[in-house]
């Protein structure tokens, strides 16, 4: 695990009540004047008051009491280590209310922290940079001095000075709207916003367009968009508004601000951030263009539209007490914004796709040694970005899906209505959630929920049974499932909800039991020797299922004919393919169940033999087998392709037109030359004046021309990059690049990667996309040694550089490589990676011993099915 970094939080002997912020940013010199006055409260008398400033030249400081006496500091000292300002005082400050006032002058940076610049190109075709803010988790103190921790919330008074042609937002609405006669600068000042923590707080000053409406619970609802591409933001704009009465209703708390924006930002690290009444969004995060955003694009941004909405409630109305319990904010809201898209766009199927996208990914960290619990001690912000990943988020959202099945949908919103009334503009930590759902359920929510966020990883539940008469008595065991296949690695054990269907009513739960304990019997009636029993029906519950192989052979049949519901076929496959890794199971195993699915239609389940196809063709392509395992995958695939085909149905499902896009996309890479020669066909009309290429197909079809292309692709792929217009469509373009098999022109994907035509958050998927295959490994991982200290300068720390050294490492598969990684890693220290390098090095130790046991008998059966 990585080292626990020394670290105290800040003394309460002062805290603030309320901020009066005026900020002057100038977006030439990347320069921004500040003045601050800062109500404070002195609870004891000190002759200190210790607060947060990172990168700012503090002008001038000067506290006043309460009596009006003005007391000047004797010192003012930075600690850049600590992020602190320390204001040392020759007389004790005495108790009662007084006002810290500074002035201040700080950089708009260009690493997507703080207050910083965010380039854009005008509609005229110029370049002008806009002023944004990201200040969670700990960047509000590169803007302005304050107590920059969220349970030392306040209230903000923000005053904005700016250019005359600039559009000026903050969190409240406009005030006032001012020109200065001597400056003709706008003095734009907002009204004054709820009790709310530093790290929620947003100002943006920069050109941009919008569309509006207003909810049918009356808030003002605007998405900002680039200049000129205002009808871009409608379908944000249609889903916002309809997200906010939805939650109004579930929660049955209104929203407690009088207007909401959305903005399309062009350089943002993450896809959104959820600043009270003014989310921020990376732009393909938020735009969609009717003819150049996929079906995939709107369906992710219906989600994280969702997802900061639900924010408003849970995160910004009640706040977690420390960076701890960040999984509260994010695991709730990530669960919540399925079941507010699963109401609005029931065709989305969304709840299937959450096991595929959010419940698998979860797993498959959770079961590493170098996991972490989902509440995890946090001290030194340092720490804080290695946990925004798949335990927080993914896993989070799992256990409270799991959570609302085990008490109920009704128990549920009554408990979540209980914990925000009774905590709204306060502070909380996970035991008051349990609280208030243990109250509204009468059930012992507490002691479960306990055993899943407090522990590491998860238990599989084995399970065998015999049959009585014309009952079958099931038994059930639990242990911790590790992925390097050892059983009780600690003795660690759930509580665990567990739910059985049979082949009478697949749909349906027969049986529902907690287990508690190592061991359970249950009796499950009027089920014959004939039947299948299913553990964990919808995969709900956050465990593997082990059968023995008698009840394992009695799925194939209803996999092939698809009477067992897509979540189970889903969850049944990956369960076996997690046993494959960890090694009880042969893989040629799974191979031989994946050719069950020759006849499936779901999308989703589809999603997850990709998933699973995808993991096996990294570990083959280590082999001199390759070529066998790309025909058993173009042999597997052949049918759905014959059923999709390349052009759309009428009245086709959206789950469908993914379909298509998945199917085409995975035999490209599996060199099908029916596919490849299509591409090529279409491509060629596409860059030509003929038909467009689908939004939805674009990836595949350009990752495909790319895989068989030359110098020429290559700079036809710039070309088209150079003239897009839509981040979006630059996005799929950049991250096809590393397709190219040539080994020099992937030398020029990753230099291309980190010319100034690529955006810093983008550069991290360019390369990771050079990754994907061996040869783009070695390549990739050398360029990342080569420019190790580019990439620190660049990123600082954050999670963007976590996930460059997790993709670019992680896919290796000898013991030589994992130590080649630690030994870099050891000499090149990379605050905020430590984690993702642990977990990378385990998993490629995993990919080696995985290779080692089955490399022989894959290739038998590969050579044999040819």
């Not at 407690?256 to 959104?272: C, V």
């Not at 990914?361 to 946090?378: F, G, M, W, Y």
């Not at 929510?445 to 014309?470: C, H, L, N």
Request: proline residues 5%.
């Amino acid at each position: 695990m990585p080292e626990t970094k020394p670290f105290e939080r800040l003394p309460k002997l002062v805290i603030p009540k309320h901020y009066n912020l005026k900020l002057k940013p100038n977006l030439k010199t990347f320069v921004f004047e500040g003045e601050e006055a800062i109500k404070v409260e002195v609870n004891q008398s000190t002759d200190r008051i210790v607060l947060n400033s990172l990168d700012l030249n503090i002008k001038s400081v000067k506290y006043t009491s309460s009596a009006g006496n003005p007391i000047k500091p004797l010192d003012c000292s930075i600690s850049a280590k600590d992020e602190t300002l320390t204001l040392l005082f020759g007389e004790p400050i005495p108790v009662g209310e007084g006002s810290l006032e500074f002035n201040f002058i700080g950089e708009l940076n260009d690493k997507m922290k703080g207050f910083y610049r965010s380039k854009y190109v005008s509609p005229d075709g110029e370049e002008h940079y806009a002023g944004v803010t990201q200040f969670e988790p700990t960047d509000a103190r590169r803007c302005f001095p304050c107590w920059d921790e969220p349970a030392v919330k306040a209230t903000f008074n923000v005053t904005l000075v700016v250019p005359e042609n600039k559009v000026a937002l903050s969190n409240m609405p406009v005030m006032s709207d001012e020109v200065e006669t001597d400056s003709g600068l706008r003095v734009v000042k907002f009204h004054t916003t709820p009790i709310m923590s530093t790290y929620l707080v947003a100002v943006v000053v920069g050109e941009y367009d919008y569309v509006e409406d207003v909810s049918l619970d009356g808030v003002q609802v605007r998405v900002y968009t680039p200049v000129g591409k205002s009808e871009q933001g409608r379908f944000a704009l249609d889903v916002a508004t309809k997200v906010l009465p939805y939650y109004k209703d579930y929660f049955q708390i209104a929203y407690p601000l009088p207007k909401i924006d959305l903005i399309a930002i062009a350089d943002f690290s993450s896809g959104a951030m959820e600043n009270w009444g003014l989310v921020t969004y990376r732009e393909p995060c938020l735009l969609v263009d009717p003819e150049n955003t996929s079906s995939i694009r709107k369906q992710y941004i219906a989600l994280v539209v969702g997802h900061e909405l639900a924010h408003q409630w849970f995160g910004n109305l009640v706040t977690m007490e420390w960076w701890t319990h960040l999984w509260l904010n994010e695991g709730y809201a990530s669960f919540v914004e399925f079941l507010c898209v699963a109401h609005l766009f029931p065709e989305f199927d969304i709840w299937t796709q959450f096991v595929a996208d959010t419940y698998i990914p979860a797993l498959e960290l959770d079961c590493l040694r170098n996991s972490h619990p989902i509440e995890v001690p946090v001290g030194h912000p340092a720490e804080i970005d290695e946990i925004f990943d798949d335990i927080s988020y993914n896993k989070g959202a799992c256990v409270i899906r799991m959570l609302h099945k085990y008490i109920g949908d009704a128990d549920f919103r009554k408990g979540m209505n209980l914990y925000l009334t009774r905590h709204q503009y306060r502070n909380t930590f996970t035991e008051d959630l349990w609280s208030a759902l243990e109250e509204a359920s009468n059930k012992p929510v507490r002691a479960v929920m306990s055993s899943w966020t407090k522990q590491m990883g998860f238990p599989i539940v084995k399970v065998s049974s015999e049959q009585d008469g014309s009952d079958r008595k099931v038994v059930i065991s639990q242990e911790k499932f590790c992925a390097d296949g050892s059983y009780d690695c600690d003795g660690t054990r759930w509580m665990i909800p567990v739910m059985f269907s049979t082949s009478q009513k697949p749909g349906e739960v027969a049986h529902y039991t907690l287990l508690e304990k190592d061991t359970s019997e249950v009796t499950l009636k009027n089920v014959a020797a004939s039947d299948w029993i299913k553990v964990n029906p919808g995969t709900v519950g956050f465990y593997r299922t082990q059968y023995p192989p008698q009840l394992l052979e009695q799925f194939v049949a209803p996999i092939r004919d698809m009477s067992l519901p897509p979540l189970d076929r889903l969850g049944l496959l990956d369960d076996l393919f997690a046993m494959v890794q960890a090694g009880h199971t042969p893989t040629v195993e799974v191979l031989k169940l994946l050719e069950a699915f020759t006849n499936e239609d779901n999308f989703t389940v589809w999603s997850a033999i990709n998933n699973c196809l995808s993991k096996l063709s990294s570990l083959l392509s280590c082999t001199d087998y390759e070529d066998l395992f790309k025909a058993y995958g173009r042999r597997l695939l052949q049918g759905v392709y014959s059923r999709v085909g390349w052009d759309p149905r009428d009245n086709e499902s959206h789950l469908d037109t993914l379909l298509r896009a998945l199917v085409i996309g995975r035999l490209g890479s599996f060199e099908d030359e029916a596919v490849i020669a299509e591409s090529q066909k279409r491509f060629e009309a596409h860059i030509s004046g003929g038909p467009l290429i689908p939004a939805d197909l674009r990836s595949p079809v350009y990752r495909a021309v790319l895989s068989a292309g030359d110098e020429s692709t290559y700079n036809t792929m710039l070309r088209l990059y150079r003239e897009a217009d839509l981040l979006e469509e630059k996005d799929r373009i950049s991250r096809a690049l590393g397709a190219i098999r040539n080994e020099e022109i992937l030398k020029e994907v990753l230099q291309f990667a980190m010319c100034d035509e690529v955006r810093s958050q983008n550069t991290v998927f360019v390369i990771v996309s050079v990754a994907t295959t061996k040869k783009g490994r070695e390549l990739a991982w050398s360029f990342f040694k080569e420019n190790w200290q580019v990439f620190m300068d660049r990123y600082q720390g954050g999670f963007l550089l976590a996930r460059l050294v997790k993709y670019v490492t992680q896919n290796f598969v000898t013991e030589e490589d994992a130590e080649e990684i630690e030994t870099f890693f050891r000499d090149h220290h990379t605050p905020g990676t430590e984690r993702s390098v642990q977990q990378s090095c385990e998993t490629v130790r995993l990919n080696a011993a995985w290779l080692k046991r089955d490399r022989d008998s894959v290739r038998k059966y590969l050579s044999f099915g040819k």
